[in-house]
């Protein structure tokens, strides 16, 4: 009986601190509305509405284009519309809102719980926001760009208060990640909505490689067959594989570009795995091939098999070079050059990290590649 009324206090206490992380972490971080204990409207404004099996969450993240973005290249995310949330005022305008409403620009998320589960939401959400930054977010200042996660349903709260007091854990200076249920939601214009896919070019907050990521993730999860045997037949991936890489992604698997270098997933990812095509799930490389070059981009001294791949001769922009494709799905990778000095017999391939997908070693069972741990043997 005395244990018991033990561990009852001992979750009492838990949940008091939990909670306390919770506000006093947000507090920083809230409208002034807030601050004076205003009553907010309660209205909910938007388009989307999850149907059973889903759930929803509503994050503010800065600029709502790279929240929205980041987002709907989560695999499991099954819809996102972005809005404003939180304010003191109805209906307001994307102006009104720039000019201090007290609405945080907010992506309302709705999510498949069987496929990806909320504090894995919220792990992604965190990799996109400087968690410690007072309404300030990449270049936008102000309260609409406060950070925040607002939930519908009750149940959510004590999640997302355990998941920021892991955050906190991480961190030597304060969480200011506003905590609380979604009061007003209004769905933003809709020349904002969708605005990086109507915008290619525009302005994103969000680290390339924070989407680039997840797109694989999700192009990975469309891929039926999970099983990544050696005697698997690759071919060519279909329309929803492709529709669900990034831009970067299929401008470099199908159109051959090239993404910027040094600032690529993989220029410094030396953890033993291997390297699969991002667009069939095919191993390519591993890590034991994997070389400092210091050109930018990763680099490997040979392919697992050479038959899984296919060198062109390459003359486009007045150079005289060798394109490497993937032989089965056809995409771009790279170049082979044969002229560089390194360990690895002066040959190097030089790869986009776009084009690839890693795969820690200690998670390629889980993933369906255990028929290739074979090549970590000695």
Same mark, same amino acid.
């Given at each position: ?230 005697? &698997? ?78 060198? &062109? ?66």
């Amino acid at each position: 009986m005395l244990r018991g009324k033990v561990l009852l206090s001992l979750a009492i206490i838990l949940t008091a601190v939990i909670t306390a992380a919770c506000v006093s972490s947000s507090a920083k971080n809230i409208s002034a509305s807030q601050k004076s204990n205003a009553p907010l409207p309660e209205e909910i404004v938007q388009k989307n509405h999850p149907i059973p099996g889903e759930a929803e969450i509503y994050l503010a993240g800065g600029c709502f284009w790279g929240t929205e973005f980041l987002m709907r290249n989560v695999s499991g995310v099954t819809s996102v519309e972005v809005g404003y949330s939180n304010g003191s005022t109805r209906n307001p305008t994307y102006r009104q809102v720039c000019k201090g409403s007290g609405h945080a620009e907010s992506a309302h998320v709705i999510y498949n719980k069987s496929v990806i589960s909320l504090p894995k939401l919220l792990k992604i959400y965190y990799q996109s926001i400087d968690p410690t930054r007072v309404n300030h977010q990449g270049n936008d200042v102000g309260i609409n760009y406060r950070t925040g996660i607002y939930f519908s349903d009750p149940a959510d709260e004590v999640t997302i208060k355990e998941s920021l007091l892991e955050l906190q854990s991480k961190h030597k200076k304060d969480i200011v990640v506003e905590c609380m249920p979604i009061k007003n939601f209004y769905r933003a214009e809709e020349n904002h909505q969708e605005y990086l896919i109507k915008n290619p070019n525009g302005y994103c907050h969000v680290a390339n490689n924070v989407i680039d990521e997840q797109a694989k993730a999700k192009a990975a999860h469309e891929i039926k067959d999970k099983n990544f045997s050696r005697d &698997r037949v690759y071919g060519k991936p279909d329309k929803n594989t492709l529709k669900n890489l990034s831009d970067l992604q299929r401008a470099v698997t199908q159109d051959g570009a090239t993404e910027p270098p040094f600032k690529n997933e993989y220029d410094e990812e030396f953890r033993e795995g291997i390297y699969v095509d991002v667009t069939n799930g095919q191993p390519l490389f591993v890590s034991k091939d994997k070389f400092e070059s210091n050109c930018g981009w990763p680099a490997f001294s040979k392919p697992i098999d050479k038959n899984f791949i296919v060198e &062109r001769k390459d003359l486009s922009f007045g150079m005289d070079r060798t394109e490497v494709r993937a032989k089965a799905s056809g995409s771009h990778l790279g170049h082979v050059f044969k002229d560089e000095p390194s360990e690895k017999n002066k040959i190097r391939y030089c790869i986009n990290s776009a084009a690839l997908r890693f795969i820690p070693r200690e998670k390629m069972a889980e993933e369906g590649y255990d028929d290739w741990l074979d090549l970590f043997k000695p």
